[in-house]
């Protein structure tokens, strides 16, 4: 069935560090693609999305591009911050229902 | 906008009892969700309601769990006996409507420990 794959964390950088958080897919058809972000004791929080191939989700700061032949949108970000500590969860929506399918998330810890 | 609300936050029980939790979603969304996350992975679907009717449930283990939306509004999970493996944080989420594009936007959970 249709699922994501996202790299393993924990992930610890240093402030103003380059993230990449590597995600990629498996579906039939074209599904709709997401991340979600956690920060410690909230709620998922929808982070970026993007709905067809080609497109790039951003928002602060991070962006993610939908490849389709690559079957990937890896989160990115130039110069991260404390701030950016969380747990971050890639997703797809199939194209022909809203059964969300999210991988296993990945905790990024940003030191000063 | 009020977000999705949950409750209880925090819930203990023992096992073969039972338990409920409770979600109002954001006001005008039609569809709602109800997800497990158990420690170190990510949600997975267990129920989803379009207004008040089940569009899919196929993941929801029907000898233990149930949902209920019968307004079409809030909703209620139940789990009946508990299992010492249902220990997670059950979440509700809610979107405008089903689409593949729509955002559903989650409540903060209910963590749930089964001892």
């Known amino acids: 069935g249709d699922s994501v794959t996202q790299m393993e964390g924990p992930v610890t950088l240093s402030e103003e560090a380059c993230l990449t958080i590597?995600?990629?897919?498996?579906?039939?058809?074209?599904?709709?693609l997401f991340w979600y972000v956690q920060y410690p004791g909230e709620g998922l929080q929808l982070l970026l999305k993007?709905?067809?191939?080609?497109d790039k989700g951003s928002n602060k700061g991070f962006e993610a591009t939908y490849r389709k032949e690559t079957t990937s949108f890896h989160l990115e970000k130039g110069s991260v911050q404390v701030s950016d500590s969380a747990v971050y969860f890639c997703?797809?929506?199939?194209?022909?229902?809203?059964?969300?399918?999210f991988g296993a998330g990945t905790r990024l810890t940003v030191k000063p | 906008e009020a977000g999705v609300a949950q409750s209880p936050r925090y819930k203990i029980i023992e096992k073969r009892q039972s338990v409920a939790f409770w979600c109002n979603p954001i006001?005008?969304?039609?569809?709602l969700y109800w997800y497990q996350q158990i420690l170190g992975q990510g949600p997975k679907l267990l129920i989803q309601?379009?207004?008040?009717?089940?569009?899919?449930d196929s993941q929801l283990p029907k000898d233990r769990f149930s949902a209920e939306r019968l307004k079409g509004v809030d909703s209620t999970l139940k789990i009946q006996p508990a299992k010492l493996e249902d220990s997670a944080v059950y979440l509700c989420?809610?979107?405008?409507?089903?689409?593949?594009?729509?955002?559903?936007?989650f409540g903060p959970g209910t963590r749930l420990l089964v001892l």
């Open positions: 989420a809610s979107s405008l409507d089903r689409g593949t594009q729509e955002t559903q936007y």
């Open positions: 590597n995600c990629t897919y498996t579906a039939t058809g074209y599904p709709s």
């Open positions: 993007a709905t067809k191939a080609d």
């Open positions: 997703a797809l929506s199939p194209n022909n229902n809203n059964d969300m399918r």
């Open positions: 006001s005008g969304h039609a569809t």
């Open positions: 309601f379009q207004n008040n009717g089940v569009v899919d």
